[in-house]
């Protein structure tokens, strides 16, 4: 039974975050990353040098970028707007995907990516999601994050378009 009821409170946990905004949807991905702090980088089960050294070439191209020009490829990538970095996320692999959120959380506190500015309150579906996050046992936080950000980008190109 306990099994039964978690997979629906999943479920309605992954239904609430698609409904979000794109700008609800980076806000939770910030507030989950810094409550879970670091348990969350390696907690990418799977995750091997090869999808490291992809996360961080993916991460330096955005950091690279202007603040403004970084929230704007964040916001593609959430709502699969068809671009070259959000294609080049879009082929990436789910624990990837996972490491290069967490190396964008990681820019955020160090000041090398657009941060949270400092005036935000977050929705109120922002907090009752985050809330029913925080009730999870940390595996499902991890299927739960990979989960969300499984979703995003676009399916790359083939041959020269890429």
């Known amino acids: 039974m306990v099994s039964a009821n978690f997979e629906q409170n999943f479920s ?3 239904s609430a975050y698609s409904s979000l905004s ?3 949807k980076l806000a939770l991905l910030w507030y989950v990353y ?3 702090g670091n348990s969350v980088t390696p907690a ?9 050294d992809i996360a961080e070439g993916l991460f330096n191209q955005v950091k690279e970028l202007s603040f403004e020009e970084q929230l704007d490829v964040q916001r593609k990538i959430i709502s699969n707007q068809n671009t070259l970095i959000s294609r080049e996320y879009g082929s990436l692999r789910e624990n990837t995907k996972l490491l290069f959120w967490y190396r964008l959380a990681q820019g955020m506190d ?6 949270m500015p400092d005036n935000y309150q977050p929705s109120g579906s922002v907090e009752q999601l985050l809330s029913q996050i925080e009730m999870m046992e940390f595996e ?12 995003g980008g676009t399916e790359p190109k083939s041959g020269s378009d890429i």
């Open 12 to 14: 309605q946990a992954l």
């Open 22 to 24: 794109t700008d609800d």
């Open 34 to 36: 810094t409550k879970m």
């Open 44 to 52: 990418a089960p799977g995750s091997d040098a090869v999808g490291t």
């Open 110 to 115: 160090e000041g090398t990516i657009i941060p």
């Open 140 to 151: 499902q936080q991890i299927t739960f994050l990979r989960d969300a950000v499984a979703g």
